[in-house]
């Protein structure tokens, strides 16, 4: 059982950055792969960028060149650097973690992880 817990939220204006941060209950390295997933009101959650323990990333085209994901397995610890943000980007960023393998192609499907954390807000205002 993996547990993940969240931190960084909050608001900023457009344009703005935010790190989001993501604490394991044991080492990130028995994870197969982790990711950055987001939900904003009345959408479905999606993908936005994920990363694997062979240093494989995989993002968002709406987030690419803004956004950068980073894991620390001697902290056990995943980041998400959010650089440039749009009053889109609001939503409730989830950190997420699948200990066995999956295709690359599916790294920022949802269906594919088995382990959530509680979430953060982001908001940002135009």
């Known amino acids: 059982q993996v547990q993940l817990a969240e931190s960084g939220g909050g608001s900023v204006q457009s344009g703005g950055s935010l790190r989001l941060s993501c604490a394991a209950s044991?080492?990130?390295?028995?994870?197969?792969?982790m990711g950055w997933f987001r939900q904003a009101p009345g959408k479905e959650r999606e993908g936005v960028a994920a990363?694997?323990?062979?240093?494989?990333?995989m993002y968002a085209d709406s987030v690419k060149g803004r956004f950068t994901i980073s894991q620390d397995n001697a902290k056990s610890t995943l980041d998400l650097q959010m650089n440039s943000l749009k009053p889109e980007d609001t939503a409730v960023y989830y950190c997420?973690?699948?200990?066995?393998?999956?295709?690359?192609?599916?790294?920022?499907?949802?269906?594919?992880?088995?382990?959530w954390g509680q979430g953060t807000q982001v908001t940002v205002s135009s």
């Open positions: 997420a973690a699948r200990q066995s393998r999956v295709l690359t192609s599916r790294f920022l499907v949802p269906a594919e992880y088995n382990y």
């Open positions: 044991e080492e990130t390295h028995r994870t197969y792969c």
């Open positions: 990363t694997n323990n062979y240093g494989f990333t």
